[in-house]
């Protein structure tokens, strides 16, 4: 069955350093999303794209973070200049037309 | 905008119980709703979904939830739940916006399962 998976599956990282992480999408679907999930807390919306434009963002999104789908299968999430509360787990989903989402694995990031 | 209560933060069950987790939601309309569970370090795993028609939905791994309009709740069950049910879960909801189906995330209950 195919899946969404994220690469890598953790992510250790200096404070201020660039971070890119990367999803794959199942090949049909069309909307994508990016959310996070603070240790011990819930799980939350970053960004949605689609038509190889942002959607909608919500407010954690800001001029550090950018979203791109560089190859048409490829979906990825990079963080300009870390910061200690990036540390999260980051999940990719993705979407065909039934509003469903497929969630990938994520990928814990540590800002150090 | 929407919102999720899981009013439960922790509950412990013994195997073999019946399990109830509750799940409200604020919103104008009927959202889509899901049920996601995690397990410790791992992705959402989609339980189950009800986006229109019968109010009773059967999902994987013997869980089903109900969708009652009149208290906007959509809480979940399982009839007998076993050692490997302990985990998160999470419910959802997600608005029709023309395909973009951003989902807010209730904060979460964390299942214990005892012997």
């Known amino acids: 069955e195919p899946e969404v998976t994220q690469t890598p599956s953790h992510q250790v990282t200096q404070m201020g350093q660039e971070v890119i992480l990367r999803c794959v999408p199942i090949?049909?679907?069309?909307?994508f999303y990016w959310y996070r999930q603070i240790l011990g807390q819930k799980v939350e919306f970053l960004v949605s794209?689609?038509?190889?434009?942002?959607?909608?963002k919500s407010e954690i999104f800001d001029d550090q973070f950018s979203v791109e789908r560089p190859d048409g299968s490829n979906f990825t999430l990079k963080i300009r200049s870390t910061k200690l509360e990036d540390s999260a787990m980051y999940f990719c989903?993705?979407?065909?037309?039934?509003?469903?989402?497929?969630f990938g694995q994520g990928t814990r990031l540590t800002v150090v | 905008a929407q919102s999720v209560t899981q009013p439960d933060i922790h509950i412990t069950v013994s195997e073999g119980a019946s399990l109830e987790l509750r799940c409200n939601y604020s919103?104008?309309?009927?959202?889509?709703l899901f049920w996601y569970v995690q397990s410790p370090g791992q992705g959402l795993q989609l339980l189950l979904k009800?986006?229109?028609?019968?109010?009773l939905v059967q999902g994987i791994k013997g869980f089903e939830a109900e969708f009652k309009r009149s208290q906007s709740s959509f809480n979940l069950r399982k009839p007998s739940v076993h050692w490997s049910d302990a985990a998160e879960y999470f419910c959802?909801?997600?608005?029709?916006?023309?395909?973009?189906?951003?989902?807010?995330f209730g904060t979460g209950t964390r299942l214990t399962i005892i012997p």
């Open positions: 919103y104008g309309a009927t959202p889509y």
């Open positions: 090949s049909n679907h069309l909307y």
């Open positions: 009800y986006f229109s028609g019968d109010t």
């Open positions: 794209f689609y038509n190889n434009e942002i959607s909608e």
């Open positions: 989903a993705g979407q065909a037309e039934d509003p469903e989402a497929f």
């Open positions: 959802a909801v997600g608005l029709s916006n023309f395909g973009n189906e951003k989902l807010t």
